[in-house]
């Protein structure tokens, strides 16, 4: 599949990523391909032992590895971080795409709305009334930007993205088909006739170089802003509700869901499909298993798993134990017999 | 954030929420902020006693309390019930958005539609064969209708909302960017060569005041009609399965997913991330605690939570229970080999 | 709700689905309808014991049943599988959607991209360079095709179905609306500022006869291909990560997720709400409950519930143990303190 735009010598790909060649530094690399795919003009890359077992029986013409001590006789670039210099090596010979600066004919940019000389917008996107796109900015084919957003410098929207109004997305940040920006907020109050909508009149605020996954819902704010800073990155299907505040560098795994006012901290890790309750605080550098339902403040630094959460070696005994359950009860209800006999007979 | 488009004294705000004015009634507020973030001009409510405690320490120049008791000096608004007086304050303040009537001249109706002369039909929006848009109405940027929907008067559907054909939509309702209504039920039967489609024939009716979040999916009845009644709230990322019948006044919170055929009662709440499985009948007024699995039916009013559902205490008691599991085990094992001892000794 | 097109006798209905008539072959019929709904010109069907005790009191004119001998004096068409042949009575009814060949006006084809002149596109949709939709394809109103997709002959695309670069959807299959196929997969490294992205440079290729649900995602490889196999059926608002290999005939039923790297073998169902762990491996035929959570291989058959997911007569017998735990753990305190006592004494 990931046939190179332009082939380059091994040489040339070691310098991309701060690797060292060991072998044939003028092997041409035509391809990046997994090690099971990769033929002798393809490069390969062993992330962990597992890999490695698996790049000694590769096609691979070139290996990204830890060591090339493991593979006599091949052509390898030493890395420290595989996974790394394979990001490394990728964007080096993949460009990003650019933005194409101009207006498609059929994009509709309202009164007052402004769209800078060096941003581009694709077919049929509409920007809302005193709105403004930064150069380098990207609204792929369907984008819809409502009115008072800002799309900073570089952003990229992929098509059939949605801002409401009111919502700020950062330089570099890229938001993936889909995904909905500043929906209303899920708020009511009780009333006489059945509940009553609170009107959501806060915004968005994302910060630069996050990214947003396909079809994942950032709720506004109910008066202020909702916010997911710099560098975070949301899979597919995420839901963030109404005045979180998401930090910084922080990874949300596809289909993990933030009820209301809660907060992030940077650099937190939460895994695919973990629930958070509202009005809670989740600590800095916290890492949470997949499924993990967190109905309680998480102090930082935690490693929690499971529903309640706990701690992660905890959430591991308690596991383990489940399973011996139905087995560990028998015993009880045994015991408890045996007691019962012996009161009987004492 | 929230600016108010008119600035409005105090007297004028509690009267829209049926307050009392304790202190200032001529005070002229400009905005409504968070407690944190308001200043001398701005209004901020306090929900509880936590609220409060961030109240007393609050710059805000008007606070909307359930008493003006704790907070001597200050100019506060009584109300019994703060939350239903933010959204009365809110909704007299932000006017609600109204249909500008017309249609934008990219919009596509097609043969035998009929498009009231009231409703707003947004750039690029695509109104299917016989479908029918009342006065009123909104159809936002990219909305797609497809054949033989009803849009009933004042209904809002903001951009990229998708119906299939056959789908009705109640007076006032709401729906958000990306939810796609009518899609097909997930229906198949085992043939010779695989899995078999049932088609699906019947349609989707969303009552009147209803709202559906972004991103919410509500699959088409297999013959009949999928149902969701009058005032019920769906937040995003839900799914609705097909032939589901879904009461009045009913919240489901994001990331819920009803299987095919089952019936929720009216005032039913069902928290975050709930699964609920297929051909079940959730009661009325029943509440459900985040990540519940519902497998089997659940009576009317019941408090539920956990997986496998319990009533709440219960629920509680196990949760408190698990986390006790490893050393409860641990003491199992202990006594089993001290009776073992006693055996042999005997 | 579902009224035939055109009215057909029953003796017509027994020949489309292979069944056998007990009564009058020549009993016209108006509609399929529910048992409830039904009246003497409509056929309902009855699946199991349950719908055949509704099935003895519905006013349905023709009954589509296991047996006759349960309805003395009804009219029915016996079959040996209901849900089949209400599949094959449907279609034989309603006639499938076929392409109207041509271009809408609105439509873009980008440069390079060749559209057979027997396939159909919709309104505002977008076919990008180099991209191939064969005869018989179906691309309704807003889709984007992004660049070097295929679309095989008779794929039918529901409106708003985005497409980035690189991905190919077979013959026959069928993509509801708001699904995103090809988004970038969730692949990051760690680096010196923070997370760096790893580019996703692969793509996506799903089989014939698939169906995809509504707002699903399937995200592209990091340099290979991500595979839905023929025959498969995905719910709505599933997420597949990248560089998954999904095989042929499975069924992912409503919100499931499937981390990167894992592989699905063919004829294997997951319930509702399941999770799955990356670079895991489910065999064949596996069926996983709803919410199960999948953490290790699964072999091939294997019927799982629960998390941490267990044979599933284990996991039957865990939560039946969980719901008495509060007891077990009482009777176990109540020894050990007998236990303390007895030493005492001893």
Same mark, same amino acid.
């Given at each position: 599949?990931?046939?190179?735009?332009?082939?380059?010598?091994?040489?040339?790909?070691?310098?991309?990523?701060?690797?060292?060649?060991?072998?044939?530094?003028?092997?041409?690399?035509?391809?990046?391909?997994?090690?099971?795919?990769?033929? #002798?003009?393809?490069?390969?890359?062993?992330?962990? +032992?597992?890999?490695?077992?698996?790049?000694? *029986?590769? !096609? %691979?013409? *070139?290996?990204? %590895?830890? !060591?090339?001590?493991?593979?006599?006789?091949?052509?390898?670039?030493?890395?420290?971080? #595989?996974?790394? +210099?394979?990001?490394?090596?990728? %964007?080096?010979?993949?460009?990003?795409?650019?933005?194409?600066?101009?207006?498609?004919?059929?994009?509709?940019?309202?009164?007052?709305?402004?769209?800078?000389?060096?941003?581009?917008?694709?077919?049929? +996107?509409?920007?809302?009334?005193?709105?403004?796109?930064?150069?380098?900015?990207?609204?792929?084919?369907?984008?819809?930007?409502?009115?008072?957003?800002?799309?900073?410098?570089?952003?990229?929207?992929?098509?059939? *993205?949605?801002?409401?109004?009111?919502?700020?997305?950062?330089?570099?940040?890229?938001?993936?088909?889909?995904?909905?920006?500043?929906?209303?907020?899920?708020?009511?109050? #009780?009333?006489?006739?059945?509940?009553?909508?609170?009107? =959501?009149?806060?915004?968005?605020?994302?910060?630069?170089?996050?990214?947003?996954?396909?079809?994942?819902?950032?709720?506004?704010?109910?008066?202020?802003?909702?916010?997911?800073?710099?560098?975070?990155?949301?899979?597919?299907?995420?839901?963030?509700?109404?005045?979180?505040?998401?930090?910084?560098?922080?990874?949300?795994?596809? =289909?993990?869901?933030?009820?209301?006012?809660?907060?992030?901290?940077?650099?937190?890790?939460?895994?695919?499909?973990?629930?958070?309750?509202?009005?809670?605080?989740?600590?800095?550098?916290?890492?949470?298993?997949?499924?993990?339902?967190?109905?309680?403040?998480?102090?930082?630094?935690?490693?929690?798993?499971?529903?309640?959460?706990?701690?992660?070696?905890?959430?591991?005994?308690? =596991? %383990?134990?489940?399973?011996?359950?139905?087995?560990?009860?028998?015993?009880?209800?045994?015991?408890?017999?045996?007691?019962?006999?012996?009161?009987?007979?004492?």
């Amino acid at each position: 599949m990931a046939e190179l735009p332009a082939a380059a010598t091994t040489s040339v790909l070691a310098a991309a990523c701060g690797g060292r060649v060991v072998g044939d530094g003028s092997l041409v690399v035509e391809g990046v391909r997994s090690l099971e795919n990769a033929g #002798p003009h393809d490069l390969a890359f062993a992330v962990d +032992a597992r890999a490695e077992a698996a790049a000694s *029986v590769s !096609s %691979a013409g *070139v290996l990204l %590895a830890r !060591s090339a001590g493991r593979f006599p006789g091949r052509t390898v670039i030493e890395v420290s971080d #595989p996974s790394a +210099a394979l990001a490394a090596v990728l %964007a080096s010979v993949f460009p990003q795409r650019m933005a194409r600066p101009g207006l498609h004919p059929t994009a509709i940019v309202e009164a007052g709305a402004r769209v800078a000389p060096g941003a581009e917008i694709g077919p049929y +996107a509409v920007v809302g009334e005193g709105s403004e796109v930064a150069d380098g900015a990207i609204l792929e084919a369907h984008v819809v930007v409502g009115r008072r957003c800002r799309i900073a410098a570089g952003a990229w929207l992929h098509p059939h *993205v949605v801002l409401y109004d009111g919502v700020n997305v950062g330089a570099r940040t890229e938001v993936h088909s889909g995904a909905v920006l500043g929906a209303d907020g899920f708020g009511y109050a #009780p009333g006489p006739a059945g509940l009553r909508k609170v009107p =959501q009149v806060g915004g968005v605020e994302i910060g630069s170089d996050a990214e947003i996954g396909a079809n994942s819902c950032i709720d506004r704010a109910t008066l202020e802003l909702t916010r997911v800073g710099n560098g975070t990155k949301v899979d597919d299907l995420v839901m963030i509700g109404h005045n979180c505040d998401v930090g910084r560098h922080v990874v949300l795994c596809g =289909q993990t869901g933030l009820a209301g006012s809660t907060t992030v901290g940077d650099q937190t890790v939460l895994g695919g499909q973990v629930g958070v309750g509202g009005h809670l605080r989740i600590g800095k550098g916290v890492k949470a298993g997949g499924q993990t339902g967190i109905s309680s403040d998480v102090p930082d630094g935690a490693s929690i798993s499971g529903r309640p959460h706990l701690p992660y070696r905890d959430a591991l005994r308690v =596991q %383990a134990e489940l399973k011996r359950l139905p087995e560990t009860a028998r015993v009880v209800r045994e015991l408890a017999k045996a007691a019962k006999g012996d009161e009987v007979k004492g």
